[in-house]
């Protein structure tokens, strides 16, 4: 029985401990530079990278990657050479153990949190949905686009005809997973969440690893429109 207790106060202490630690990484930080516009100029510079609590797991080494506005990139690798990582780490979930990363000139570190990922838009593997309706899910990449426009990114995302077909059309209930739509049918709207909010930076992350042929090439489709 004091086995067991001791072994649950551990437990007990260590769960507390997490939850009592303060990110350095601060999104309610009101601190930094806030650009009213991001061209979309990225540099990393020299970057090393790893995980906190690895530290012998080196991810990112002497990294250099520059990429200019309005143009396209792939990232090619093996799984686990640190592609997800050079997205996170483009969102500032974390920081680099060395190096710097550059928007437009200025350090992440130097601009506001909230605004520098205002101004990304990110589709990954398992796309999140909320409660609400397709034309809702789409409309919180910006809640002021028209009708014309939810549209007109769901037309570019290869969305709007099978949306179009729904007995409710947009107004189709989609739930927290998207249950009831197809892989490549929730990628395609999760697509045209981030085509609508227009924005300088779009990042991809393994977007149709997890797909069926045919889903992947629907939405390869939309991804050869938007670029």
Same mark, same amino acid.
């Given at each position: 029985?004091?086995?067991?207790?001791?072994?649950?106060?551990? &437990?007990?202490k260590?769960?507390?401990?997490?939850?009592?630690?303060?990110?350095?990484?601060?999104?309610?930080?009101?601190?930094?530079?806030?650009?009213? %516009?991001?061209?979309?100029?990225?540099?990393?510079?020299?970057?090393?990278?790893?995980?906190?609590?690895?530290?012998?797991?080196?991810?990112?080494?002497?990294?250099?990657?520059k990429?200019? &506005?309005?143009?396209?990139?792939?990232?090619?690798?093996?799984?686990?050479?640190?592609?997800?990582?050079?997205?996170?780490l483009m969102?500032?979930?974390?920081?680099p153990?060395?190096?710097?990363?550059?928007?437009?000139?200025?350090?992440?570190?130097?601009?506001?949190?909230?605004?520098?990922? @205002?101004?990304?838009?990110?589709? =990954?593997?398992?796309?999140?949905?909320? =409660?609400?309706?397709?034309?809702d899910?789409?409309?919180?990449?910006?809640p002021?686009? %028209?009708?014309?426009?939810?549209?007109?990114a769901? %037309?570019?995302?290869n &969305?709007?005809?099978?949306?179009?077909?729904?007995?409710?059309?947009? @107004? %189709?209930?989609? =739930?927290?997973?998207?249950?009831?739509?197809?892989?490549g049918?929730?990628?395609?709207? &999760?697509?045209?969440?981030?085509?609508?909010?227009?924005?300088?930076?779009?990042?991809?992350? @393994?977007?149709?690893?997890?797909?069926?042929?045919?889903?992947?090439?629907?939405?390869?489709?939309?991804?050869?429109?938007?670029?």
């Amino acid at each position: 029985m004091t086995s067991e207790l001791a072994k649950g106060s551990a &437990a007990f202490k260590s769960v507390f401990g997490i939850l009592d630690r303060v990110t350095k990484i601060n999104l309610d930080d009101p601190q930094g530079k806030k650009p009213v %516009t991001i061209q979309g100029n990225i540099k990393f510079n020299n970057v090393a990278f790893v995980y906190p609590g690895q530290p012998d797991a080196v991810i990112l080494k002497d990294f250099n990657l520059k990429v200019s &506005a309005r143009s396209i990139i792939a990232l090619v690798g093996p799984s686990g050479s640190g592609k997800s990582t050079i997205i996170g780490l483009m969102e500032r979930f974390y920081d680099p153990v060395k190096g710097n990363i550059t928007v437009d000139g200025t350090d992440l570190k130097i601009l506001n949190l909230r605004c520098l990922r @205002e101004h990304i838009a990110l589709v =990954g593997k398992e796309p999140i949905f909320f =409660g609400g309706g397709i034309k809702d899910n789409i409309l919180y990449g910006r809640p002021t686009a %028209t009708k014309a426009e939810i549209i007109q990114a769901a %037309t570019v995302a290869n &969305a709007h005809h099978f949306i179009s077909h729904l007995k409710d059309g947009d @107004e %189709t209930y989609c =739930g927290e997973r998207g249950v009831q739509f197809s892989g490549g049918q929730k990628q395609c709207i &999760a697509i045209a969440r981030a085509i609508i909010k227009n924005l300088s930076i779009l990042l991809l992350d @393994e977007v149709t690893s997890a797909l069926d042929g045919e889903s992947e090439k629907v939405v390869q489709e939309a991804l050869d429109r938007v670029m």
